[in-house]
């Protein structure tokens, strides 16, 4: 279970909205083993003066925020970020110095999915890594 976040300029975020969607979620299966239907994402496009931001950054800045069950490995999420870096910029010509990261992780049992608490939920892919 992954939930994703995704902030940046209106105009560059409603461009390319699509292309992040894919980009984000092709990361999340090759890193974390997310299955392809298990795509969760809200966009959050803002004008400038809603977007303040340190000096050294383009209109192509953008946050993602992860929330996910914990349980992954730091070699995984560091896999995750390598990808996000590398993809953004390969596919989108997105400078990994406008790309800011962050995940938080939370116990299944945080979770209240389809009626459930996580940790009740049956789900068809393994959330632990080595």
């Not at 959050?44 to 383009?58: C, K, N, V, W």
């Not at 997105?94 to 800011?100: A, C, G, L, N």
Request: overall charge negative.
């Amino acid at each position: 279970m992954a939930q994703v976040k995704i902030y940046g300029h209106r105009a560059h975020i409603n461009q390319h909205r699509s292309q992040l969607s894919d980009i984000i979620h092709s990361c999340l299966m090759d890193a974390l083993s997310i299955p392809s239907d298990k795509r969760f994402q809200r966009f959050f496009p803002l004008e400038a003066d809603d977007f303040i931001y340190p000096p050294g950054r383009s209109e192509q800045y953008t946050i993602i925020e992860i929330s996910m069950f914990e349980g992954r490995s730091v070699t995984a999420k560091k896999t995750l970020f390598r990808l996000l870096f590398e993809r953004l910029h390969d596919q989108l010509t997105i400078s990994p110095q406008d790309v800011e990261i962050t995940v938080t992780e939370t116990p299944r049992h945080n979770w209240g999915i389809r009626g459930l608490p996580g940790d009740e939920l049956q789900l068809n892919y393994k959330v632990e890594t080595d």
